[in-house]
């Protein structure tokens, strides 16, 4: 990450340049989620091994969001952090889809909408919605103002547990589905088949588990993440 500049002072690398705020694309709010907060999230592995129940179940909550929730640190750096990743896959989503056909799309848990900012500045004649919990309106409406789309694009709050927007031709989930087990991965996934007419389409951008796993970097990062 750092070289010894002329064997006086440090300078960051071509790496550890996208640590820095400024960086364009910058992986600073990345780097301090994964060590300020998944990296001690490992520390409870063998009582969760030994039980089957996860470090927020053995807390007498229900998921880890829950017990985040009651951070508002944690939550902040949580959301700038989910900012950094959806920067990097941005450009790999809107080659690998054409949502051309797609005329108001709602983005499931959708956070602070940089996600959607960005289809709907690629497909000029879309709307959309961003629907995520009541902690994300505030950056969602910053981010949907400084792109120049908070007239293309409606702000609901809620949960996906319970119900998601209906008027969409399709949704749009980024790094959800991997949060849950199948029970409430179906839940989720019904809600959104509900909230769509005949012919809605529901589109999912995960990573994919590979059948057997290797011992290199991209495997072993799905693998953590699952």
């Not at 896959?89 to 080659?95: E, H, K």
């Amino acid at each position: 990450m750092c070289k010894l500049d002329d064997g006086e002072a440090f300078a960051l690398t071509a790496t550890g340049a996208h640590l820095a705020a400024s960086a364009r694309p910058s992986l600073k709010s990345w780097a301090l989620f994964e060590g300020e907060m998944l990296s001690r999230s490992w520390a409870g592995l063998l009582d969760s091994i030994r039980t089957g129940k996860t470090a927020a179940e053995l807390a007498g909550l229900d998921n880890a969001f829950e017990a985040m929730a009651r951070n508002p640190a944690q939550v902040r750096m949580f959301n700038e952090a989910m900012v950094a990743l959806t920067e990097q896959v941005i450009p790999a989503m809107l080659a690998a889809y054409d949502f051309s056909g797609i005329t108001r799309l709602t983005d499931v848990g959708g956070g602070y909408g940089q996600r959607l900012c960005a289809i709907l500045k690629a497909y000029p004649a879309m709307r959309g919605t961003i629907f995520d919990l009541p902690r994300c309106a505030e950056g969602a409406e910053a981010q949907l103002v400084d792109a120049g789309l908070r007239q293309r694009c409606e702000l609901t709050a809620g949960s996906f547990f319970e119900s998601v927007p209906s008027g969409a031709d399709a949704v749009i989930l980024k790094s959800i589905i991997h949060d849950w087990d199948d029970s409430h991965s179906i839940t989720i996934l019904t809600n959104c088949r509900e909230a769509l007419a005949a012919g809605g389409k529901v589109l999912l951008v995960e990573r994919l588990m590979p059948e057997m796993p290797e011992a290199n970097p991209e495997h072993c990062s799905v693998i953590l993440s699952d």
